[in-house]
């Protein structure tokens, strides 16, 4: 199942940090603590833009295979027309040599933005970040830039993938900022941002105690 949220709650999810997120999920005890997130292979390219949110439009790609021949870009934009929105590409890359690998630029993220999306999220390289930047609206989310787009192929759309450890199906929900990116889980999806305001104020508490030197060792441990 997957969960719809409204306006109003995918507005109040775009205003937390994503580790706020992270902290908030963990309280619904609804996943291991280490499943759900990608590592620090994966980097935020405009960190200055606000936290991305967007349910996930899955895609295998091959970028570094001479000759090989795809299903076309177009079975990926089709599922991405029709899918929830708004929406983030993901495209784990299935090729033999990753770090050479580039899966879209200016082009096909101006394709993808008109079609609903709100970034990409891959292990493996972009391009034209510049450009994408300028567009505005728009965050990559990859493993780094790549100056050539070699044989770029989509290999098959739909199938759950995994980035950098991160498992994601079609229609995951997905929160991403300069942190990494958090898969929201859907059987708490809706408590997710309240959870997080009650996260931020007993931060913010705790910080107001240790500036003010009136902090105790003594009571329940201090954590991050
Ligand atoms: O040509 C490509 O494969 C990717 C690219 O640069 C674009 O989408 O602008
Ligand atoms: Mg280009």
């Given at each position: 199942?997957?969960?719809?949220?409204?306006?109003?709650?995918?507005?109040?999810?775009?205003r937390i940090d994503s580790p706020t997120i992270s902290n908030a999920?963990?309280?619904?005890?609804?996943?291991?603590?280490?499943?759900?997130?990608?590592?620090?292979?994966?980097?935020?390219?405009?960190?200055?833009?606000?936290?991305?949110?967007?349910?996930?439009?899955?895609?295998?790609?091959?970028?570094?295979?001479?000759?090989?021949?795809?299903?076309?870009?177009?079975?990926?934009?089709?599922?991405?027309?029709?899918?929830?929105?708004?929406?983030?590409?993901?495209?784990?890359?299935?090729?033999?040599?990753?770090?050479?690998?580039?899966?879209?630029?200016?082009?096909?993220?101006?394709?993808?933005?008109?079609?609903?999306?709100?970034?990409?999220?891959?292990?493996?390289?972009?391009?034209?970040?510049?450009?994408?930047?300028?567009?505005?609206?728009?965050?990559?989310?990859?493993?780094?830039?790549?100056?050539?787009?070699?044989?770029?192929?989509?290999?098959?759309?739909?199938?759950?993938?995994?980035?950098?450890?991160?498992?994601?199906?079609?229609?995951?929900?997905?929160?991403?900022?300069i942190n990494?990116?958090?898969?929201?889980?859907?059987?708490?999806?809706?408590?997710?941002?309240?959870a997080a305001y009650r996260i931020w104020a007993r931060e913010e508490e705790t910080m107001r105690q240790i500036a003010g030197s009136q902090i105790s060792f003594s009571g329940s441990e201090i954590k991050h």
């Amino acid at each position: 199942m997957v969960a719809r949220l409204s306006y109003e709650q995918l507005s109040a999810l775009r205003r937390i940090d994503s580790p706020t997120i992270s902290n908030a999920i963990e309280t619904f005890n609804v996943r291991p603590r280490v499943a759900g997130y990608v590592g620090y292979d994966i980097r935020c390219m405009f960190p200055d833009l606000p936290p991305t949110l967007g349910y996930a439009v899955t895609c295998t790609v091959d970028s570094t295979t001479e000759g090989r021949e795809g299903i076309g870009f177009n079975k990926l934009y089709e599922l991405l027309k029709d899918a929830p929105k708004p929406a983030i590409v993901v495209m784990q890359d299935v090729g033999p040599d990753r770090v050479r690998s580039c899966h879209a630029g200016e082009v096909m993220a101006t394709t993808m933005k008109h079609l609903g999306a709100v970034g990409i999220l891959t292990d493996g390289g972009l391009r034209d970040a510049r450009e994408v930047h300028a567009m505005g609206g728009f965050q990559f989310f990859c493993a780094g830039l790549v100056v050539s787009h070699g044989n770029p192929i989509c290999v098959s759309v739909g199938d759950e993938v995994t980035i950098s450890g991160m498992r994601v199906r079609c229609g995951d929900l997905l929160h991403g900022d300069i942190n990494g990116v958090v898969h929201i889980p859907d059987e708490c999806a809706d408590k997710v941002a309240e959870a997080a305001y009650r996260i931020w104020a007993r931060e913010e508490e705790t910080m107001r105690q240790i500036a003010g030197s009136q902090i105790s060792f003594s009571g329940s441990e201090i954590k991050h």
